[in-house]
């Protein structure tokens, strides 16, 4: 007959309400490693997917993601033209918000190269790609976007004719695709009045001017948008991202195009380094605080229920004594329900947060080393934490059942 099971039979619903506590306090030590995870998966996600060799930002900034970066477009057209680049596309990412339907909607935006991207390389769960310059729009579900729906981003309306999922941004906003045109159109769109009023004062310093009072046709220019004025450069991109031939040497054209005085260079990895170690540093750090935190204050609690459970079979265990059963017999109860308590708490953590995770705001990655690291820590607290109860069932003396 075994012992550990016989007491558990007699306490059932204490063991079941402790089993079911320290499940769901293992279900969070399991939740911060999968946030932890989906964290770092979130941050690089868009840098593995796009695929590109190298990053040509802005000089001196770490952008376009952990920082803001403006490059021109004729950058592209200087970037293809190196030995060893393939393609060299054009790069524009920003955050937005907007109110929706009465409700904040926070929208990171990615301009697609048309017509070299079209976005195939999204994985659709509805819909379709992109298929004309403009008015177009790819949306991640989070977003609460469905397929036909109409957008006003800017002065223009935005058709969504495919849907993503799990493309989110660093900072877990869902993301949405557009072209590079309609992207900066969105990104740099000024309000009517700001317009008229830009005019307004160009006409002034142009009636000033000595050049315009020489030559009144150029006043005509003024009246223009910026965009079109000669000599005004047109929308910034936010990086040049180009992808090398099979042959070429990556550090060597890495460093030619970083030799340029007006630009900054980064591998994919580079770039992986940056946001890592850069934007989720900190949330990373501190998540992983909360893991070991967590995992200190399950063994504790543990090691606490399994000393009560003991001193609930003093008794017991003294009359055990007194009729001459060995140590390990003693032993091997204490040690038996500790391991099942674990295995048990374990395995409705597991169940649980299958179940729970996938509603969490942020996306929760378990992977096969974190709940196999996990199990062995839960193994390893059930032993260390049955110890303080095995000495004080060892402490008790066989005479003590004698004595009431």
Known sequence: MNLALKDIRNNLGRFSLTTVGIGMLLMIVMGMAGIYRGLLEDATLLIHRIDADLWVVQQDTRGPFAEISRVPTSLVHRAAAVPGVESAREFVFHTIQRRR?????????????????????????????????????????????????????????????????????????????????????????????????????????????????????????????????????????????????????????????????????????????????????????????????????????????????????????????????????????????ALLLGVLGYAIAYAAGTWLFPSFPRRVVLTDGDLLQLGVVVLVISVLSSLLGIWKALKVQPNSVLMG
């Open 101 to 337: 339907q009465g409700k904040l909607l926070r929208i990171s935006l990615l301009g697609l190269s048309w017509p070299e991207d079209n976005g195939d390389w999204i994985p659709l769960v509805a819909g379709r790609h992109l298929q004309q310059n403009h008015y177009e729009m790819i949306a991640d579900v989070s977003l609460g976007l469905d397929l036909d729906d109409q957008i006003q981003l800017g002065k223009n309306d935005y058709r969504i004719v495919g849907l993503t999922k799990g493309m989110v941004s660093t900072g877990g906003d869902g993301m949405a695709f557009t072209t590079v045109q309609d992207s900066q159109a969105i990104q740099f769109d000024t309000p009517a009045e700001a317009i008229r009023l830009e005019r307004a004062a160009r006409d002034n310093r142009g009636q000033t001017s000595e050049a315009f009072l020489k030559q009144p046709q150029l006043t005509e220019q003024l009246s223009l948008p910026a965009s079109e004025l000669p000599g005004m450069p047109g929308p910034s991109l936010s990086a040049v991202i180009v992808k090398l031939k099979p042959q070429a040497d990556s550090a060597q054209v890495a460093q030619l195009i970083d030799s340029w005085d007006d630009v900054s260079v980064y591998t994919t990895d580079g770039q992986e380094d940056l946001l890592v170690k850069g934007i989720v540093d900190k949330a990373r750090r501190q998540l992983l605080m909360f893991r070991v935190l967590l995992t200190v204050i399950a063994a504790i609690i543990m090691a606490l229920i399994l000393y009560t459970l003991t001193l609930d079979k003093i008794y017991s265990i003294a009359l055990l004594k007194l009729i001459g059963a060995p140590n390990y017999v003693i032993l091997g109860l204490i040690l038996q329900q």
